[in-house]
């Protein structure tokens, strides 16, 4: 049972994490002072680069394969896009303690852009990986 909705679970549970790390105040704590210049970017490129990998495959996962993968990938990656940019909003207009920044935007959909081609490319004729079940 677990095994037929192992992305499912992955896919939900990686939004909500990338929720509560969005919205979540990190100013009390000093742990992770880290001075990488662009480090932040290159996290909101991961977390939507992983987040466009685990839709695609939530979608291949609840469809069964019957939806054309250009058709789930294209609502994957447009959904992700459009949650960046409501996530990037929520922290300008609701949050005191985080702002909301074009840059920000650029890194998850530029994110979301490379892992939804990733896995256009795993699920490719030349790969011998097939998007039918």
Known sequence: MLKQIRYRIGFISWM???????LV????NNSL?????YFDKLVHFTF???ASM???????????????????LGISFV?????????EVIQSYMTTYRSGELMDV???STGTLLGTLLI?????????LKWEN
Do not use: C, Q, W
């Open 16 to 22: 909500v994490f990338i929720t509560v790390m969005s």
């Open 25 to 28: 105040s990190f100013e009390d």
């Open 33 to 37: 002072d880290i001075n990488i210049p």
């Open 48 to 50: 939507y680069f992983i």
């Open 54 to 72: 685990l839709g695609g495959l939530f979608g291949r996962e609840i469809s069964k394969g019957h939806i054309a993968k250009a058709k789930v």
């Open 79 to 87: 959904g992700l896009v459009l949650y960046g940019i409501i996530i």
């Open 106 to 108: 650029m890194a998850n």
């Open 120 to 128: 256009m490319g795993v699920f490719s004729k030349r790969s011998g």
